[in-house]
Structures are given as structure tokens and as C-alpha cells.
């Protein structure tokens, strides 16, 4: 008697992983996801036109959209998704969209008390000049590298990041600035004028001789100083300690190294977004779905938060590292992490009214601030990514 019970205990319990997995493999089904995704990609478009109110990110507690105006960091990624999801799926009411949006950030283009232009303007801009030919998109990204050029300190042989913490840093330039020397090479190529991209080239020096350790990691912040030129700190603002490897900052280092080799063809970036990547992909904290923690040494690993967007932004830049090195554990990577985002584990479900795509981003640890939410920079290069791994296959 004990025997059946035992027997039907256990074909119950198999029967109930086996309807399971039926339904989450349904539910994961490669049409449902598409379907799923573009369900998604409409609720953009539900989202009210405001030149003051870019979505940035949903808190799901207070079920609260995050708006931000233009001169935010973010503001690109909102027009920018626009831009590639028309590139995706050749709908035009993408396009009129994404218009509308890149046409708030233009004022921008004079903003000098940041070094976030890239992202403000390239992601906006520069998508738009791949759609279509538009003088004044041109215009105002040449603007907007003068603007940025400003920023730039010949002694140093870097671009100012930060403008706060003055009592504390002379002259900070973190990882993540490295985003922002596409504009400058862009710049080069639509005015002729070199300036921009010397200034790139020098920047991407100093940080090559600067900001990475041994081990091919990077640090976040590099404070120099201003009479000397050298170092004064390496220290970090949004990772767990000065000497973590916070996974965004890896991220940013991986992808933007692997843009300056695009445009200047010298080995020495192409080397350092290689040993960053292996470093990041390789890593004994890496999970085996691709999607790192939110910084690789924080030691309650494995209890804390995965960053989605640090997944993206280095399966975006892996695709293009691949086409130079035809190193097929990159394309791999970049394959596994949409393959992990293009799941219900991380699309966000059809009920959230927010201009969102991708769930489980984090934002900033030193604000406690956007950890595990939507975040419009994980949507951004996300797509960017399938757009990439499509031109691949095509
Ligand atoms: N500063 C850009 C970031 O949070 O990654």
C-alpha cells in the first residue's frame, strides 16, 4: 500500500513538472515571444509626446513611470529605441515617433556641463542618420562634438566627466565616458574637421595607460590632477567598493574600446575590448545565462541582483567584436543573453503600462536608486543587439 502511494506521489509530482514545462515552454515559444515583444514595443507609442518627460524607468512597487527632461543622461535611449525598433520592424509610425523625440534633445547640443553627449545625442541623432540622410541631424551632432570638446583638458589628454564632488575630485573621468567618442569620430567624418577625433584618440589613451588593472578589469572613477596631469585616485561612485569590478562599467569599457577600433583600426583597442570581454564573459561570478550580478564582487553573491543592461551593452558590442576576431565565443555570448531576455523572465508582461521592454536593469547602488527595473538603457541595447545580430546573418 505504501508502495502505491509512493509511486502515485511521484507520477503526480512528474506529471505536474511535466505540465510545467509544457506551459512555460508555451509561453516561451518563439511566437509567443514575438508576439509578446511587440506588444511591448506598442506600449512606446502609447507612451504622451512631452519634451519634458523622457521615460527613463518603472518602479513596478509604486507602479510609477520615471520621467526625466532632455539634459538627463537617459534622454537618448528613449528617441533611440524608437529609431531601432523601426529599423526592426519597418513600421513607419516608429519613425514618425522617433522624430518627435530626437527633435526635444536638439537644445542639447550646447549643453557643456556634462560629458554625456553621446549618449544625449548619438543615440537620438546618429540612429536617425542611419534611417536617413538629414542635414540638420549632421549639423547639430558636429554642434554637439564641439560642445563636448570643451570639456577636454590637453594636460590631462581626457574629457571632464563630472562637474559635482568638487571638494572631493579635481578632475573625474570614468569608464563610462568612453561612450561618448563615437560622436566625436562621427563628427570627423560628416565636417572633415580632425580636432574631434584627436581628441577621441587621446582620450581613448590616457584611459587605455589609466584605468584598467591586471587582471583586464576597469575601474569606475579616475580623478586626475590638474596642475600635474597625473592620477590622484581610482575610485569608484557606483560600484560596491573602489576596487570592484562593477558590471556596467566593464560593460562600457568592452563596448566602447571596440568602437575606437572601429574607427581607427589600431590593434592596441581592439586588445583591451578583448582582454575586458574575457574578463567579463569568463568570470568565475559570470551566471551561465549570460546576465552578470550588478558588480561581479559583491560578496553576497549569488543573492543579489542581476544587471540586464550590462548584459546587452556586452552582447551589442560582442557582435561587433566577433566580426573582428571571429572569435565564436563572442558571437556565443551575445546569442546566449537574447536568448535569456527573450523570455518571460525578463520581457515584462502585457499588463505593465509603461514605454518598457526589458525587465531586472540596475540602476545606480550609490543612490539605491533603479536596482532590478525596467531601464530604458537596458531596451536600447537590447535592441541593438538584434539589430546587429540580424546585419550579421543577412
Ligand atoms: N553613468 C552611466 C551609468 O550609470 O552607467
Redesign the pocket.
Known amino acids: 500500500m505504501f508502495r502505491v502511494s509512493f509511486l502515485l506521489i511521484i507520477l503526480g509530482f512528474a506529471c505536474v513538472s511535466c505540465k510545467f514545462k509544457d506551459k512555460n515552454q508555451t509561453v516561451n515559444s518563439k511566437e509567443s515571444i514575438e508576439a509578446l515583444l511587440k506588444v511591448r514595443y506598442s506600449k512606446l507609442l502609447d507612451y504622451k509626446l512631452d519634451s519634458t518627460a523622457f521615460a527613463r524607468s518603472y518602479n513596478p512597487k509604486t507602479k510609477t513611470i520615471k520621467k526625466v527632461p532632455s539634459k538627463d543622461?537617459t534622454s537618448g535611449f528613449f528617441a533611440g529605441n524608437f529609431w531601432q525598433i523601426y529599423m526592426l520592424t519597418n513600421n513607419e509610425v516608429y519613425k514618425t515617433k522617433a522624430k518627435e523625440w530626437t527633435a526635444f534633445i536638439e537644445k542639447e547640443k550646447y549643453n557643456n556641463k556634462t560629458h554625456d553627449m553621446g549618449f544625449k545625442v548619438f543615440c537620438s541623432f546618429g540612429n536617425g542618420l542611419k534611417v536617413e540622410n538629414n542635414k540638420k541631424y549632421e549639423d547639430i551632432i558636429v554642434e554637439s562634438a564641439k560642445t563636448l570638446s570643451t570639456r577636454f583638458n590637453e594636460k590631462i589628454g581626457s574629457i571632464r566627466s563630472w562637474d559635482f564632488n568638487k571638494e572631493k575630485w579635481q578632475f573625474p573621468v570614468?569608464i563610462?565616458n568612453m561612450m561618448n567618442l563615437e560622436l566625436l569620430f562621427e563628427a570627423t567624418k560628416i565636417s572633415g574637421d580632425s580636432t574631434f577625433y584627436k581628441i577621441a584618440v587621446k582620450h581613448a589613451n590616457t584611459t587605455l595607460k589609466n584605468h584598467f588593472r591586471p587582471d583586464g578589469s576597469t575601474w569606475h572613477v579616475l580623478d586626475y590632477d590638474t596642475i600635474s596631469g597625473l592620477v590622484r585616485a581610482r575610485v569608484t561612485h557606483?560600484g560596491i567598493d573602489d576596487n570592484s569590478a562593477w558590471a556596467?562599467g566593464q560593460s562600457?569599457a568592452i563596448n566602447g574600446f571596440t568602437t575606437v577600433y572601429r574607427y581607427t583600426k589600431d590593434e592596441k583597442y581592439l586588445n583591451r575590448a578583448i582582454a575586458t570581454a574575457n574578463y567579463f564573459i569568463n568570470h568565475e561570478n559570470m551566471p551561465d545565462d549570460g546576465i552578470p550580478y550588478w558588480d561581479f564582487d559583491d560578496p553576497d553573491i549569488p543573492n543579489v541582483f542581476r544587471d540586464a543592461s550590462a548584459g546587452a551593452i556586452v552582447a551589442s558590442a560582442l557582435v561587433e567584436l566577433y566580426k573582428y576576431t571571429k572569435n565564436q565565443s563572442y558571437l556565443d555570448y551575445s546569442k546566449k543573453v537574447v536568448n535569456t531576455l527573450k523570455t518571460v523572465d525578463y520581457i515584462l508582461s502585457e499588463e505593465v503600462e509603461a514605454p518598457f521592454i526589458l525587465d531586472h536593469s540596475f540602476?545606480?547602488w550609490s543612490k539605491k536608486h533603479e536596482m532590478d527595473e525596467p531601464i530604458v538603457y537596458g531596451d536600447y541595447y537590447f535592441l541593438q543587439t538584434l539589430l546587429r545580430l540580424r546585419d550579421l546573418e543577412s
Do not use: C, P
Request: glycine letters at 12%.
Open positions: 543622461w570614468i563610462d557606483q556596467r562600457w540602476g545606480d
